[in-house]
C-alpha cells in the first residue's frame, strides 16, 4: 500500500478547500488512496498542505457530504468504501446547469442508453429478461389506460430502463445510467403529458427488447436510435419559441 506520509504536498494557490479537495481527487486517481483506507490525521493534513486544520476540517466535512469519506468519530477518517448515490449528485447539478439546449441532453441520453443496451444484451440472464419484459408490458398496459396519470407513466417508462441497466450487472454502468437517466424525468413527463396515442413508444420498447435478445449490436444500435429520435422531436417541438403569426 503507498506511503500515506508523502501522498499530500503543501498547497500555496487560493481557494484553500477547493484544492485540498483537488488534492484529495488526485490521491486517489493515483492509487495513493484506497477505498477503505484511513486519512492521514488532521493535524498531519494540515501540516503537509501548508493549511490551517478549521480549512483541513471544511474539505473534509465536504468530502463526507459527497459520500467520499466517512468520518468515525474517536477513529479517524476513511475512504469510502463503496460508491455513494451523493457522489453523483454534483455532477447532476452540472449537467442541469449547463445544458440548456435539449439536443444536447438527447446526445447524452442516446450515447448512455445504446451502451447499456449492448451491455445488457450480452450479459443478462433468464430472470433479467423477464424483468425487462416485465418493465415493458407494464408500461404498455398502463399507457393504454384511458385514466392515466403522468407521473407514473413516467416512472414505468423509466423502470423499464432501469431493469434492462440491471441486466448489465455492472455497479458502475448501473449508478450512472440511473442517474443520466433520472435527469430526463421533467422531459420524458412533458412528452408524455401532451400525447394522445402512445403505440409508438410502446412498440419502440418492444423493438428494442427484440434487437437486444438477437444480440446484434448494430441493430440495438438503430432501435436505440429510432427511439430516442421520436422524443428528440416531441422536445424539439416543446422547446421552440411559438412563432408570432402576422395579421
Not at 425487462?132 to 408490458?137: D, H, L
Not at 445510467?177 to 413508444?201: D, K, P
Amino acid at each position: 500500500m503507498p506511503d500515506s506520509d508523502h501522498t499530500f504536498q503543501a498547497i500555496k494557490r487560493s481557494k484553500a478547500v477547493e484544492d485540498v479537495l483537488d488534492a484529495f481527487k488526485g490521491a486517489i486517481i493515483r492509487g495513493e488512496l484506497r477505498p477503505g483506507q484511513r486519512v492521514p490525521s488532521e493535524t498531519k493534513l494540515a501540516e503537509d498542505l501548508g493549511l490551517g486544520r478549521g480549512t483541513i476540517r471544511e474539505a473534509m466535512k465536504m468530502l463526507e457530504a459527497l459520500g467520499a469519506v466517512r468520518i468515525q468519530q474517536g477513529d479517524g477518517t476513511y475512504v469510502a468504501d463503496k460508491p455513494s448515490s451523493t457522489l453523483l449528485s454534483p455532477l447532476v447539478f452540472a449537467i442541469l446547469l449547463e445544458s440548456n439546449v435539449g439536443s444536447e441532453l438527447l446526445e447524452l441520453r442516446a450515447l448512455f442508453q445504446v451502451g447499456y443496451c449492448q451491455l445488457a444484451a450480452a450479459k443478462a440472464k433468464q430472470d433479467d429478461w423477464r424483468s425487462v419484459e416485465a418493465a415493458g408490458e407494464a408500461f404498455s398496459k398502463y399507457a393504454r389506460s384511458p385514466k392515466r396519470d403522468v407521473e407514473e407513466l413516467t416512472r414505468l417508462d423509466l423502470d423499464f430502463h432501469f431493469a434492462i441497466l440491471d441486466a448489465t450487472h455492472n455497479p458502475l454502468v448501473i449508478k450512472i445510467g440511473r442517474t443520466v437517466e433520472e435527469i430526463f424525468f421533467a422531459s420524458i413527463r412533458s412528452t408524455l403529458s401532451g400525447m394522445e396515442n402512445l403505440e409508438w413508444a410502446i412498440e419502440s420498447h418492444r423493438n428494442v427488447i427484440a434487437k437486444m435478445k438477437a444480440g446484434d449490436g448494430d441493430q440495438i444500435y438503430r432501435a436505440v436510435v429510432a427511439s430516442l429520435a421520436a422524443w428528440g422531436s416531441e422536445v424539439e417541438k416543446r422547446t421552440q419559441p411559438s412563432e408570432a403569426v402576422s395579421a
